[in-house]
């Protein structure tokens, strides 16, 4: 029985023993599941259920808590009965020894040799653990298991950003924090780029032609304020040490050096890095010509398989192709791998993700399938994605995550697409290997795969660094457009008023392998260039079913689009969809701007976007914050972490910032902290969109205290809609939600 059907049965079991109080408990829960399957239109499974279960328990262990601070114990005794009969659903929670034999288990099982393989660790126990152990502490054991830190108390900002956030690959030697910040206070980033690159003033900032990419129109910018350049063309983004290693292909400690001789300074003494971790990043280095040379036997393998042959032209696929892309052959065979590898035995090979072991025994991981390499953006082989011969199971099968590759962020066939991408300014997206090489081979070589998973925000970022058009390629069926709603709705935070994303559904029982073959590359491109915008994709989802004729399809309409405008992070798309969604409610456009005003990310003070492509305000409050402290970073002491959503990759930064201020330094310097981390990306766009709106000092002091303002308001609405959910059942509760009304017309009176 599932949990969902199991909750079912408890309702009518309270109903037959006509248990009104724990009735009334049971129907709360009801219908929370109810609205999330709404809203996520589909089925919840378990997982699913447990996590709309401790959201409830969060949110009325809070509430107890108001309730006994002001001295009302019978609300906070009600709340307490409800935390109780919800928690009976969660699993029982294991044993601190099952916890650790767990961690050890995913351990082994994903391959994890360092701290900076969190992530992939973290992301299998969650799904194992979650309910049934405090994952905070189960965090904390993976770290201490791989190597990093535990907390324990204050720290350093070294120790920090050097534990929490791991650096991917180790850079080597170790250069005191405190040298790098002496050496970027000294040097000026306009002068070292413009030994460089001829560079003219225009506001606050300098700009010139990228050297990174070609173009015609500057947008090439650097800030001597925040000492940091960022392209708006192509996305090339750093400080003055990233730009040295950029421009003239030095390794880190080089241009450190470098820069040092320019400002006269001399280089400190440093030790090596442990030789522990010397050698795990001689272990990561050594991965690459493994799988380097797994690819060439496949490739070998496959000109020996006249049936993979036979399958490869069958589909249509050249042999030009086939060569281009290195499609290879895994033989059908238990350990084919010992003819490349006279080492079986080697780890690297486990490590690289092409054998598996267990039981003592040790077994290719790929087995008579077609060989997809995976490449890297610089070209190197990754991970395989292999495809069966005949009907096995599954019929694609991808590398594990390791050391080297993550499913979530790589994208199939990009390192061959990028020039196109890039001449054509428009990257599409489409769902299968198969696919890239057909539009390929008929001269489309501007498409890539996303690898057998959902499209996420990593994916999205990369592609628009280097395009300006985002293609979202899907079948027509259902499963195409529930495919291509999870891509919108992952889209809508990256969806600025510089970029634009479309979504092409192609005709009933085509994909694009058999489209372009059949009617060829202008009518593909065509397709392409005519695809649904992103805004008409949503407005048209969003009312579908909907009936308008009525003021409850009206409302039911401006309530669906509400989280959705708040998320967009184009100021001007948001504005243009809203008043779309304000013309099919028939309300004027400013009274659907004021509904969907209480989480708006951004402030009515916000100064315009330059009419160049500068990225605008982010669609959270906490990225919003995150470009202030990086204007400020004196403004990070001032953060209140628990305003904060947890579940943002800013709340992090933001938070590690707090924790960890470093007296005088300078934004640059806090996003060198950042770089090789999971969290480079987030802390380069925040600086990126600092620069663009020309923010300094002074203007972020002010744009932090309003956003703080809003994150407050925020908290109290949410702390409202809690309480209105509750109070038709629970009219004690009236009292104290008027009371938070008032606190939320107090704040907001602050606005002004």
Known sequence: MSLKDRIQEDVKAAMRARDARRLAALRLLAAALKQKEVDERAALDDAAVLAVIEKMIRQRRESVAQFEKGGRPDLAEQEKYEIEVLAAYLPQPLSEAEVEAAVAAAIAESGAGSVKDMGKVMGMLKSRLSGRADMAKVS???????????????RSAAGLFAGEFPRSPDPGPVIPDSFKQDLLNRVDIVEVVSRHVSLKKSGANYLGLCPFHSEKTPSFTVSPTKQFYHCFGCGAHGNAIGFLMAYSSLGYVEAVKTLADWAGMKMPEWQPRSAEATARRQRETDLLPVLERAMEFYRAELKKSPRAIGYLKGRGVSGEIAARYRIGYAPDDWQALRAAFPDYHDKGLVAAGLVIEGDGKRYDRFRDRIMFPIHNLRGAVVGFGGRVLGEGEPKYLNSPETSLFEKGREVYGLALAREAIRASGRAIVVEGYMDVLALAQFGVGNAVATLGTATTPAHVMRLLRLADELVFCFDGDAAGRKAAWRALEVSLPLATDAKTIRFLFLPEGEDPD?????????????????????????????????????????SRLVAKAAPHLQRIAGRVLRLQIGREIARLAG????????????????????????????????????????????????????????????????????????????????????????????????????????IGAELDENGAEQEFRQIMLALRIRRKNEEILALTERVKAEPALAAELNRRVKELHELKAQRA
Not at 648 to 660: F, I, N, S, Y
């Open 587 to 690: 309300l004027a456009p400013e009274d659907v701007e004021r509904l969907t005003a209480a989480s708006d990310a951004t402030p009515a003070y916000a100064r315009a976007a330059p009419a160049r492509a500068a990225p605008p305000l982010a669609a959270t409050q906490e990225r919003n914050l995150l470009r202030c402290v990086l204007s400020n970073p004196a403004l990070a002491l001032r953060i209140e972490p628990d305003l904060l959503d947890p579940a943002l990759p800013e709340t992090a930064v933001l938070r590690a910032l707090g924790e960890a201020p470093q007296e005088g330094a300078r934004g640059a310097l806090l996003v060198e902290r950042f770089q090789g981390t999971a969290f480079e990306d987030v802390v380069a766009e925040a600086m990126a969109a600092a």
């Open 514 to 554: 058999s489209f372009v073959r059949s009617r060829g590359k202008e009518a593909f491109e065509r397709l392409a260039r005519e695809a649904q915008t992103l805004s008409a994709f949503l407005v048209g989802e969003l009312r579908a079913g909907l009936d308008l004729a009525s003021a409850e399809g009206r």
């Open 140 to 154: 904390a054991l993976v770290r201490s298991k791989l190597g990093g830190w535990a907390r324990r108390g204050p």
